[in-house]
């Protein structure tokens, strides 16, 4: 991943985070502690971790297509774009539980259909034991995986700072354990990207809310699983 390409989509995360405020005014996504008794912080907080997270997906793009590195993430990306923009709608006008489920489940269907990579066909278990489990059924398992991770995200984001510090490290550990020196590359750019989001978020100036959830799950869960099918320098077991 070009260095030049990388320095912009950190800066431009760096800009959101900054602008935080005006940009969730702006889409009307505030999270208002009044209007949800439950809710602990006080001030109207702005919900654009999916501008943020989006960005980075846009950023790949763009370094693909100029550099023509990797047509597996421009799938991912565009997916990641995708249910981006679904959360961002949900924390806009609240979609009913149907919808958003639904439309997880098309994107992580179209997900796996575009980038075949994606598909498990076994699963290596670190008692010795391979389970083989075959063409249809593989592509039911991936997108089972893909949007439990995706739904996981968003129920784990109740506290400042956890999503995002725990997809620093799956993106560090998928950058040391992968071949791929472009895929490497990018695992760096998203974490280094999301450390800049987690100082922010830590101090409260903005939340992921669901659309930046929604993105993150999808961007780790699919990268995980290339570089579970394709890229692992270490033997990677399902257990």
Avoid at 55 to 83: E, R, V
Avoid at 183 to 199: D, E, P, Y
Avoid at 221 to 236: C, F, P, V
């Amino acid at each position: 991943m070009s260095l030049v390409v990388a320095y912009i989509g950190i800066l431009t995360v760096l800009i959101i985070a900054l602008n935080a405020r005006y940009f969730g005014e702006l889409l009307g996504v505030m999270d208002d502690p009044a209007l949800e008794s439950h809710k602990k912080h006080n001030l109207p907080t702005p919900l654009v971790g999916a501008l943020m997270v989006g960005n980075l997906a846009i950023i790949i793009l763009t370094n693909q297509y100029i550099f023509q590195t990797s047509t597996k993430m421009t799938g991912i990306s565009i997916c990641t774009i995708l249910i981006a923009a679904l959360g961002l709608l949900d924390d806009k006008v609240r979609l009913s539980w149907q919808i958003r489920l639904g439309v997880i489940c098309s994107i992580c269907i179209l997900l796996v259909w575009w980038v075949p990579e994606l598909r498990l066909t076994e699963l290596a278990w670190s008692f010795g034991v391979t389970t083989e489990l075959g063409r249809y059924p593989g592509v039911v398992f991936s997108v089972l995986c893909l949007m439990t991770l995706v739904i996981a995200f968003n129920m784990m984001d109740g506290f400042n700072g956890g999503v995002i510090g725990l997809s620093i490290i799956l993106f560090v550990i998928m950058a040391l354990v992968a071949t791929n020196p472009h895929r490497q590359a990018i695992c760096l750019f998203i974490a280094s990207a999301l450390g800049i989001m987690f100082v922010y978020n830590m101090k409260g100036e903005f939340f992921l809310g669901d659309g930046g959830a929604y993105a993150l799950g999808l961007l780790a869960g699919s990268t995980a699983l290339l570089t579970y099918n394709h890229d692992g320098t270490y033997t990677i077991y399902a257990d």
